[in-house]
């Protein structure tokens, strides 16, 4: 099966319109949303601070230092959890040890000259992906949008951040997805998953995708991806379970509700777009969105998946805390405003078109 380039130029018009009218409801509600859930987490800290409760980065700092000196993983981690007021099941509450034992073998410095190396790599890699499918003023925007997102490269904490090192990960096997290299794709993927499990329905868009599209390789290699990472998330289950005591505390369960402001307000945090005012930083999240819906083709459908995807799940099960789920998006997600220019276009010429006109008959921008 083909998937198209440029979809949206094959929108019915009436269909285009409405997406138009979405697009500008959703920018003019962004900004807004954002602040909301700025003051409300805002709150929320100062309420948590009171109470004696201690940042996330703290706990995985002190795990990383009694690891590094020799003490096993999983009891230091439902150790600390427990004197933390932390609950330690079900298992997902506890972090696979995977950050703890390279932390213990390279240390924290290690982990920084890795996020380095992975940003500078995703800045050339989605320069050089987008040849066949963008245009070259496209292709230097994509750079540079890959660099701007992906400043929390630079943050003096980035070695306690699995969701910022996985979705640096992440947004470079995006881009190598569908090359040659793709076997790089899915050992980066792979491990960003093992790094962070919640990033597991990356693989499942990019199977999807490949379904689609007819490539077995793809599909035999993601699947197996699949299985391994399943079998060590049993290991990584029996070894959590084997270290919690009856009287743990269990997790309050992840069905938070509150909408896309959430999942919006977790990629403005955790990009440079902190810096710009609500009323532009939501607008910009709403059409890199868009133009990753507008790239099409199997990147474009991959990104789209995935995006779309992740951004509904964690606006359904997120709790308000949960808001770093969205540094799994860094810094990929930011380049999809290289293409806004584009879908926006595509959907004024379907709108104003004549109804008439067969969208195979138009001609290519």
Same mark, same amino acid.
């Given at each position: 099966? @083909?998937?198209?380039?440029? !979809?949206l130029?094959?929108?019915?018009?009436?269909?285009?319109a409405?997406?138009?009218l979405?697009t500008a409801?959703?920018?003019?509600?962004?900004? +807004?949303a954002?602040t909301? &859930?700025h003051?409300?987490?805002?709150?929320?800290?100062?309420?948590? @601070?009171?109470?004696?409760? &201690?940042?996330?980065?703290?706990?995985?700092s002190?795990?990383?230092?009694?690891?590094?000196a020799?003490?096993?993983y999983?009891h230091?981690a439902a150790?600390?959890?427990?004197?933390?007021?932390?609950?330690t099941?079900?298992?997902?509450t506890?972090?696979? +040890?995977?950050? $703890?034992?390279?932390?213990a073998?390279?240390g924290?410095?290690g982990?920084?000259?890795? /996020?380095?190396?992975?940003w500078?790599?995703?800045i050339? =890699?989605?320069?050089?992906?987008?040849?066949?499918?963008a245009?070259?003023p496209?292709?230097?925007? =994509?750079a540079?949008?890959a660099g701007y997102f992906?400043m929390l490269?630079?943050?003096?904490?980035?070695?306690?951040?699995h969701?910022?090192?996985?979705?640096?990960m992440l947004?470079?096997a995006?881009?190598?997805?569908f090359?040659?290299a793709?076997? $790089?794709a899915?050992?980066l993927?792979?491990f960003?998953?093992?790094l &962070?499990e919640l *990033?597991? !329905?990356?693989?499942?868009?990019w199977g *999807?995708? $490949?379904?689609l /599209?007819?490539?077995r390789?793809?599909?035999?290699g993601?699947?197996?991806a699949i299985?391994?990472l399943?079998?060590?998330l049993a290991?990584h289950?029996?070894a959590?379970?084997?270290v919690?005591?009856?009287g743990?505390?269990?997790?309050e369960?992840w069905?938070?509700m509150?909408?896309?402001?959430?999942?919006?307000?977790g990629?403005?945090? @955790?990009t440079?777009?902190?810096?710009? +005012?609500?009323?532009i *930083?939501g607008?910009?999240?709403?059409?890199?969105l868009?133009?990753w819906?507008?790239?099409?083709?199997r990147?474009?459908?991959f990104a789209?998946?995935w995006f779309?995807g992740?951004?509904?799940? @964690?606006?359904?099960?997120?709790?308000?805390?949960?808001?770093?789920?969205m540094?799994?998006?860094?810094? =990929?997600y930011?380049?999809?405003l290289?293409?806004?220019?584009?879908?926006? $276009?595509?959907?004024?010429a379907r709108?104003?078109?004549?109804a008439?006109?067969?969208p195979?008959? /138009?001609?290519?921008?």
């Amino acid at each position: 099966m @083909t998937l198209p380039d440029r !979809p949206l130029r094959l929108l019915p018009r009436w269909a285009a319109a409405l997406l138009l009218l979405l697009t500008a409801l959703a920018c003019v509600w962004s900004g +807004p949303a954002i602040t909301a &859930r700025h003051l409300e987490h805002d709150a929320d800290i100062a309420k948590r @601070t009171q109470l004696g409760e &201690r940042p996330d980065m703290d706990l995985y700092s002190s795990i990383d230092t009694r690891v590094a000196a020799g003490e096993d993983y999983y009891h230091v981690a439902a150790e600390l959890q427990r004197e933390r007021g932390f609950p330690t099941s079900p298992f997902v509450t506890i972090r696979t +040890p995977v950050l $703890a034992w390279t932390t213990a073998l390279w240390g924290a410095q290690g982990w920084r000259i890795i /996020a380095v190396l992975l940003w500078a790599a995703n800045i050339f =890699a989605w320069f050089a992906v987008l040849g066949g499918q963008a245009r070259k003023p496209e292709r230097y925007a =994509a750079a540079l949008l890959a660099g701007y997102f992906g400043m929390l490269t630079f943050f003096e904490k980035i070695a306690l951040s699995h969701e910022a090192l996985a979705g640096l990960m992440l947004s470079l096997a995006l881009a190598l997805s569908f090359r040659k290299a793709w076997w $790089a794709a899915l050992a980066l993927a792979s491990f960003a998953i093992a790094l &962070r499990e919640l *990033a597991l !329905p990356f693989l499942l868009a990019w199977g *999807a995708v $490949a379904l689609l /599209a007819g490539e077995r390789r793809r599909l035999v290699g993601i699947a197996a991806a699949i299985a391994l990472l399943a079998v060590g998330l049993a290991f990584h289950a029996a070894a959590v379970a084997a270290v919690c005591l009856p009287g743990d505390l269990h997790s309050e369960g992840w069905l938070g509700m509150f909408g896309p402001s959430l999942p919006f307000y977790g990629i403005d945090v @955790t990009t440079l777009l902190v810096l710009l +005012p609500h009323g532009i *930083a939501g607008p910009l999240i709403v059409l890199a969105l868009l133009g990753w819906l507008s790239l099409g083709g199997r990147l474009g459908a991959f990104a789209s998946l995935w995006f779309a995807g992740f951004i509904a799940a @964690t606006a359904l099960f997120a709790r308000l805390e949960n808001f770093y789920w969205m540094g799994l998006f860094v810094p =990929a997600y930011g380049v999809g405003l290289a293409f806004a220019p584009r879908a926006l $276009a595509d959907l004024v010429a379907r709108v104003s078109r004549s109804a008439g006109t067969s969208p195979r008959t /138009a001609s290519p921008g």
